[in-house]
Nanobody, 124 residues
Framework: QVQLVESGGGLVQAGGSLRLSCAAS????????MGWFRRAPGKEREFVAA????????YYADSVKGRFTISRDNAKNTAALQMNSLKPEDTAVYYC?????????????????WGQGTQVTVSS
């Protein structure tokens, strides 16, 4: 297991940008697939983006494709989610997740380690 701590959430106007960070503990961070999920009020947790252990492959939900970018720095044990052109419907608690073996990156059940979440609120 790896311990994850998110940061960078906040309040932003529609059209603005935020960058979320996920700091991981553990010496094997570079072996983990990293993902970002979000949960809006009254809704299920949903997939946002994922990145392979090497960073060579990235995956996005259709709702964020072209606006969000996931990245990682294995030397610093960090992952990030750059969010541009934010919309009110992006308002949610955002969670960083990790696992060593992920076959269906869009499924929260594939990820065994989770951060505590960070709130993102986009005003119209």
């Amino acid at each position: 297991q790896v311990q994850l701590v998110e940061s960078g959430g906040g309040l932003v106007q529609a059209g603005g940008s935020l960058r979320l960070s996920c700091a991981a503990s553990g010496r094997t961070f570079s072996s983990y697939v990293m993902g970002w999920f979000r949960r809006a009020p009254g809704k299920e947790r949903e997939f946002v983006a994922a990145i392979s252990w090497s960073g060579s492959s990235t995956y996005y939900a259709d709702s964020v494709k072209g606006r969000f970018t996931i990245s990682r720095d294995n030397a610093k044990n960090t992952a990030a989610l750059q969010m541009n052109s934010l919309k009110p419907e992006d308002t949610a608690v955002y969670y960083c997740a990790a696992d060593l073996s992920v076959h269906y990156y869009y499924s929260p059940r594939q990820f065994g380690s989770w951060g505590q979440g960070t709130q993102v609120t986009v005003s119209s």
